[in-house]
């Protein structure tokens, strides 16, 4: 990543490789294995409803851009 350039979280997904977004993608289906869901608004409402999926799914996608992508997280409320 370009210093000093931010980028929203998003958009730098969507300008993955798609090598890299299954990679991602992967990892997170590994967390999301366990779970017992037929579709994508159970999942949401499974992951919303619960704070430690959310912790590791988050840390995830922290782990993935600061290590792979050495990009700096900034956050704002």
Excluded at 14 to 25: D, G, I, N, R, S
Excluded at 56 to 65: D, P, S
Aim: glycine share 2%.
């Amino acid at each position: 990543m370009t210093s000093g350039q931010f980028r929203p979280v998003p958009q730098i997904l969507l300008e993955l490789p798609p090598a890299e977004q299954q990679k991602l993608c992967d990892e997170a289906i590994a967390i999301l294995s366990h779970l017992d869901w037929t579709d994508i608004v159970q999942l949401t409402a499974l992951v919303m409803g619960n704070a430690s999926l959310q912790q590791k799914l988050t840390a995830v996608l922290i782990n993935y851009l600061s290590k792979e992508l050495r990009a700096e997280i900034q956050y704002r409320e």
